[in-house]
């Protein structure tokens, strides 16, 4: 039987098809001879994550990103095509990672440990790790304030090298120093005070400790002595307290007898003061003495005779 040249031409261009589309989706990461269990995973972002690209457990590829596609709210849900003979727990984490400083990410499966297993179109727990440039962030702030940090430090050492600096320091350190040699000149004098004084000082002691020995034996008789002490002085205090209260009780009786004697015209006070007689009297030898007196001053010559001559008229 002659195969036609038609025929040839047409069984080459299908199998030649046919081995563009394997060979296309081999390139893609698409299984075509095994079975492919679909799941997905919603993320906030997605940055450099594609189609195509790994889901990875361990570093080994289980499955691939087969499509991205944008929400109304913004968020992005990705496609995952899983081998199918790789069971995922249903509690699993599928985590967006960079997989290079680059910034290529995959999808990292973190396996849960549950006894359920994922099934067609089930929607696995995802989140977003930091990228490599994002987690050096940090650590580049810290750099640039150490760095900072760094140049004050250089900026301080340039200015205690200045040599002007250099002189003050030394400056200082001569002053430290003979105040210290002072201090030391000091402190032996003092020890030698102290050793030639402690005899003295030693006395002084032992006749503290000697006193207050007696103080203490003595304590009683010291208490008794200020017990009596102050018995008596509060004995004498109330003795005289009493006294003056009856002294003053006394001078008060006395004066209220006398002012009822003189209300009573008793005495010569108590007459004076009760006698309108004897008022009327005084008054008018008053009146009669100012009279004598108006006319002594009006007519001296009434009562007083005196001549130049030292003679005068006798019967007169």
């Known amino acids: 039987m002659k195969i036609a040249n038609e025929t040839k031409v047409g069984i080459l261009a299908a199998f030649s098809i046919a081995l563009l589309i394997i060979g296309y989706n081999f390139l893609k990461g698409n299984s075509i001879f095994s079975n492919e269990t679909i799941l997905y995973a919603k993320y906030p972002r997605v940055d450099g994550l594609g189609v195509s690209k790994p ?143 402690s005899s003295k000082v030693a006395t002084i002691m032992d006749n503290a400790v000697s006193i207050s020995n007696n103080l203490k034996n003595n304590n009683q008789k010291i208490n008794a002595i200020l017990t009596n002490l102050n018995t008596v002085s509060d004995q004498v205090a109330a003795a005289n307290f009493k006294q003056t209260i009856d002294n003053a009780n006394q001078a008060v009786a006395e004066l209220q007898s006398v002012v009822n004697k003189v209300n009573q015209g008793q005495g010569s006070l108590g007459l004076l003061v009760n006698d309108r007689q004897m008022y009327d009297n005084l008054n008018n030898a008053s009146k009669n003495l100012d009279n004598l007196l108006i006319d002594l001053r009006e007519n001296p010559k009434r009562y007083v005779h005196f001549s130049v001559f030292g003679g005068g008229n006798k019967d007169k």
């Open 55 to 197: 889901v990875l457990i361990n570093g080994f590829q289980i499955g691939r990103v087969d499509k991205l596609q944008l929400q109304p709210d913004g968020s992005i849900v990705a496609t995952l095509k899983i081998n199918g003979k790789y069971d995922i727990p249903k509690n699993s984490i599928a985590r967006l990672e960079s997989t290079d400083l680059l910034g290529s990410k995959a999808i990292v499966m973190g396996l849960g440990t549950g006894t359920q297993f994922a099934q067609e179109g089930d929607t696995l727990n995802a989140n977003v790790e930091k990228n490599l440039m994002e987690s050096v962030e940090p650590v580049q702030k810290k750099a640039e304030v150490m760095v900072g940090k760094l140049d004050s430090i250089l900026t301080s050492i340039n200015s205690i090298m200045n040599p002007n600096f250099q002189k003050n320091v030394d400056k200082s350190f001569n002053s430290i120093a003979s105040t210290l040699a002072s201090l030391e000149a000091t402190s032996k004098k003092v020890d030698r005070m102290v050793g030639t004084e």
